[in-house]
Antibody, heavy 120, light 107 residues
Framework: QITLKESGPTLVKPTQTLTLTCTFSGFSLTTSRVGVGWIRQPPGKALEWLALIYWNDDKRYSPSLNSRLTITKDTSKNQVVLTMTNMDPVDTATYYC????????????WGQGTRVTVSS | DIQMTQSPSSLSASVGDRVTITCRASQTISSYLNWYQQKPGKAPKLLIYAASSLQSGVPSRFSGSGSGTDFTLTISSLQPEDFATYYCQQSYITPYTFGQGTNLEIK
């Protein structure tokens, strides 16, 4: 079955760069139309879509965060990495990675999430 | 970006009630609309994809309908485990925007 798990720091300082890793199993990012996305959720707030990487290395980003985000994949390790530069306290959130259903774009499996706090 | 607007933002209902949540897109998204359920401290769970397709393992009391810009999620008979927050999401075009959520509470 498909599983995903996020890992990374729980605390970062303002202006630092956040690097999060999503390690997955049960599917391959070399399979046509497969994708992995990142979504975040500030405490008590709604879900926010951040980025998506496809099997063919096509990458899409939230326009409001585009200049700060980079998403990459390592198919040999079954990992997707998200970096976010210039972190700010408003970026405090739980960050999720999720498997995208081919063709329809829904996220059918999610990681447990990793809580990131931005504070000096 | 396509804006997704859910209504109501919160809803109180009783076990056994029929509940409907609405989601409206700021432009047409065909049937690229998905519904998620989220409980406190947990990751979202996919309920409905492609507007009306029930995700495997999801109880049949959940159903979705709509196309274009207007969509609904219906729970035919609320169960205690259904009290949660529900989100719609469009996957027609990136950025894949979410609605602001509907908090379903026990009356």
């Amino acid at each position: 079955q498909i599983t995903l798990k996020e890992s990374g720091p729980t605390l970062v300082k303002p202006t630092q760069t956040l690097t999060l890793t999503c390690t997955f199993s049960g599917f391959s990012l070399t399979t046509s139309r497969v994708g992995v996305g990142w979504i975040r959720q500030p405490p008590g707030k709604a879900l926010e879509w951040l980025a998506l990487i496809y099997w063919n290395d096509d990458k899409r980003y939230s326009p409001s965060l585009n200049s700060r985000l980079t998403i990459t994949k390592d198919t040999s390790k079954n990992q997707v990495v998200l970096t976010m530069t210039n972190m700010d306290p408003v970026d405090t959130a739980t960050y999720y990675c999720a498997h995208r259903i081919p063709l329809r774009g829904a996220f059918d499996m999610w990681g447990q999430g990793t809580r990131v706090t931005v504070s000096s | 970006d396509i804006q997704m607007t859910q209504s109501p933002s919160s809803l109180s209902a009783s076990v056994g009630d029929r509940v409907t949540i609405t989601c409206r897109a700021s432009q047409t998204i065909s049937s690229y609309l998905n519904w998620y359920q989220q409980k406190p401290g947990k990751a979202p769970k996919l309920l409905i994809y492609a507007a009306s397709s029930l995700q495997s393992g999801v109880p049949s009391r959940f159903s979705g309908s709509g196309s274009g810009t207007d969509f609904t999620l219906t729970i035919s008979s609320l169960q205690p485990e259904d009290f949660a927050t529900y989100y719609c999401q469009q996957s027609y075009i990136t950025p894949y925007t979410f609605g602001q959520g509907t908090n379903l509470e026990i009356k």
